[in-house]
């Protein structure tokens, strides 16, 4: 692939500067993060800045099949958040911490029927 | 012409997607809670990568513009769920937001939820209005 930029000396440097000071400040709230949910937040703001410069080394190296790996990491990002969701679920019985995916999938099918249930309800009560 | 034009704004997405990273990542550092923070990561920083990957695909002259818009709409696609699945999660452990005059509506919702028992549905329903009021 042939890279056309305007100034690509000094853009492209510049931006990984950018995101270098980006991963820095990211950094210090990962590990200063009060509760587990921060640093959970910081961890995807890490990645989706991830992706972000793995397609800058895709421009400076000129390489396009770096592109198909900010894909992959794009997906594993949203994987590893959900993974850290289901850590968080309250699991309080051993027969529900068994079978936990599917406790968190009913509880919170609950109450996406309510919400369904609930906005005909809002619209007829206004 | 065409060309040239395409180097400007590659350039300009490049440069300007850093910066939304840059504004994200001071976000991610300075806001006062987890569900703020969320906000910044999730919006600031999925828009700045969108626009290095729309600066990829401009620098390129549309050559692997179809692996960039392919990049780019799964990031769309998984970072505002991502997002909702974090705080919702933070929200069931019992991370208390930052609330401002509207209060927090999903507490009131599931505390109604408990109180209704089997008629959560319903109740998810009628709590818009008290808290509308409050």
């Known amino acids: 692939m042939t890279v056309d930029m305007v100034g ?8 990984f500067i950018l995101q270098g000071v980006s991963a820095a400040l990211i950094m210090v709230r990962l590990l200063r993060g009060p509760t587990a949910p921060d640093r959970v937040v910081a961890i995807d703001a890490l990645t989706l800045l991830g992706v972000a410069v793995v397609a800058l080394v895709a421009l400076a190296t000129a390489q396009a099949v ?61 | 012409m065409n060309g040239s034009l395409l180097a400007w704004l590659a350039s300009a997405l490049v440069l300007g997607g850093a910066a939304f990273c840059l504004i994200g990542a001071i976000g991610v550092l300075r806001l006062p809670d987890c569900y703020s923070r969320m906000h910044a990561a999730s919006k600031a920083g999925a828009l700045g990568a969108a626009m290095v990957l ?33 705080s919702r999660a933070a929200h069931k452990v019992g991370v208390k937001p930052l609330t401002g005059a509207l209060g927090d509506a999903l507490a009131a919702r599931e505390a109604a939820g408990e109180a209704a028992g089997a008629r959560a549905a319903e109740a998810s329903g009628v709590v818009g209005g008290p808290v509308a009021k409050s």
């Open chain 1, 8 to 15: 690509a000396a000094w853009v492209l440097p510049l931006a």
């Open chain 1, 66 to 126: 770096l592109l198909d790996a900010a894909v992959v990491l794009a997906l594993v990002s949203f994987l590893g958040t959900t993974a850290f969701m289901l850590m968080f679920a309250p699991r309080k019985t051993a027969a529900e911490r068994r079978a936990g995916e599917l406790a968190t999938g009913e509880q919170r099918g609950d109450e996406l029927y309510g919400a369904a249930d609930g906005g005909p309800d809002g619209g007829r009560g206004a």
């Open chain 2, 54 to 86: 729309g600066g990829v695909a401009a620098a390129t002259s549309g050559e692997v513009a179809l692996e960039a818009m392919f990049a780019l709409l799964v990031l769309l696609a998984t970072a505002p769920l991502a997002a909702h699945a974090v």
